[in-house]
């Protein structure tokens, strides 16, 4: 029996462009320790979804509290790929207040990359 608790952020990623995503993607949404500057984010949790579908997409990420650190920074990230290629990403941070878990989804907005 598996005795570890995780705590749940629910997630959704968007992009505002009016535009449909052609065949399947992968769609990634991180919680990531940014707190330490001049090194790349601790990755604190994360999740892929393949899909064929369009925005929003749905996640529940789930991360162990016990990493969690009172004093540090935290962030979610987001990507959308497809056939290895990156077509959106996050440019703007995305805080995350651990301590005041909020009762409804966090929206991260992704942006179109330059040739995505």
Same mark, same amino acid.
């Given at each position: ?13 968007l992009y505002l462009e009016r535009i449909a995503l ?8 991180? %919680? ?9 984010? $601790?990755?604190?949790? &994360?999740? /892929?979804?393949? @899909? ?16 969690i650190k009172d004093n540090h920074t935290y962030s979610l990230s987001a990507r959308i ?5 990156? %077509? ?9 207040? $651990?301590?005041?878990? &909020?009762? /409804?989804?966090? @929206? ?9």
């Amino acid at each position: 029996m598996n005795t570890e608790t995780h705590n749940c952020l629910e997630v959704e990623v968007l992009y505002l462009e009016r535009i449909a995503l052609i065949g399947e993607n992968l769609v990634t949404v991180s %919680l990531n320790d940014v707190s330490l500057q001049d090194v790349p984010a $601790l990755t604190m949790a &994360s999740q /892929t979804l393949r @899909t064929d579908k369009n925005v929003p997409f749905a996640f529940t990420l789930r991360y162990d509290p016990s990493l969690i650190k009172d004093n540090h920074t935290y962030s979610l990230s987001a990507r959308i790929e497809h056939e290895g290629r990156l %077509l959106y990403i996050n440019t703007s941070a995305y805080e995350v207040d $651990l301590n005041n878990p &909020s009762d /409804t989804p966090l @929206t991260v907005v992704v942006q179109r990359v330059a040739n995505g």
